[in-house]
């Protein structure tokens, strides 16, 4: 029975859960399961969803997988590599490299490759707390994490903390996943319950899916690529936005396109203040790249 609003109002977009030990994935959609199979290893755990979903493993010896969106495998395989720690838990990708936190320490983010080699740090989460999630924000380049203390929170790519907020309790908080269908978080609480957050913390919807169960700790939406990417010439803030895009950094725009070709050669917009806040920011770009 689902709690809050109705199946057919849950997340448009497919959201998908892996659980560790007796591996399996579900797809869940409009709060209900609408895919499901066995992955190939015991202790998958972090994954990316672009065109493929590519799983990497847990620990020294465990080993991921890719798989078609439908859960065949593609016969691609992802050894475990050495370099940036053990105990991987949730992951995420910005379309370029895929990411995910640790279990053990400071719960270290990490970077690697898009086939899950060269990790290097990224950053160390805020002490004090067990951070055992994560995900990725495009629309500004943030990350966001969570786990079990109550707390969902945005990082920077250096790890400062841009905002936190403290969430209704319930368990543990795992597979956490943006949606860029409506800008929003969906995460595990434990059982068979998904919740959707806000970017402010505010609880949205909970869920009770039937089929869903066992230890569950890796979660994504499907990353979608974008359109025209441009960088940052000029950015001015209007009305005291604190938050507008830096010179020199990217852009990322709706516009669609195959190749940069497509794309307009400058930039010149409005956007509301990103994260939430007071105002606008007025930007002039030049093309970069497209997706």
Not at 1 to 19: C, D, K
Not at 37 to 55: A, M, S
Not at 183 to 190: A, E, I, L, N, S
Not at 225 to 246: H, I, L
Request: with cysteine.
């Amino acid at each position: 029975m689902a709690v809050g609003l109705q199946p057919a109002q849950a997340q448009t977009s497919e959201y998908y859960l892996l659980r560790a030990e007796s591996g399996h994935m579900w797809v869940i959609q409009n709060g209900q399961v609408v895919r499901e199979w066995n992955v190939d290893g015991d202790l998958e755990i972090p994954l990316t969803v672009i065109d493929t979903v590519r799983t990497y493993g847990y620990r020294p010896g465990d080993v991921g997988t890719e798989y078609a969106l439908d859960g065949q495998m593609t016969g691609e395989h992802y050894p475990w590599v050495d370099g940036c720690g053990a105990s991987w838990l949730d992951g995420t990708t910005d379309g370029q490299f895929a990411y995910a936190i640790q279990y053990t320490g400071n719960r270290p983010v990490c970077r690697f490759d898009l086939n899950w080699t060269n990790p290097t740090l990224l950053f160390n989460c805020p002490p004090g707390e067990q951070w055992d999630a994560l995900t990725y924000d495009p629309t500004d380049d943030t990350f966001w994490i969570t786990g079990r203390n109550n707390v969902l929170a945005q990082l920077d790519r250096s790890g400062n903390v841009l905002q936190r907020f403290t969430i209704p309790g319930g368990g543990r908080s795992a597979g956490l996943a943006y949606d860029a269908a409506d800008d929003t978080f969906w995460m595990y609480r434990g059982g068979d319950l998904i919740q959707q957050y806000s970017k402010s913390g505010q609880l949205l919807q909970s869920h009770n899916v039937a089929g869903v169960s066992g230890n569950v700790w890796g979660g994504e939406f499907q990353f979608s690529p974008g359109g025209c990417v441009y960088t940052v010439k000029k950015s001015k803030s209007k009305r005291g936005c604190e938050n507008c895009p830096e010179k020199g950094s990217d852009f990322r725009t709706d516009s669609e396109c195959e190749d940069v070709k497509d794309c307009a050669k400058k930039l010149k917009t409005t956007i509301a203040c990103p994260r939430g806040g007071n105002g606008i920011c007025k930007i002039k770009g030049k093309v970069k790249s497209c997706g």
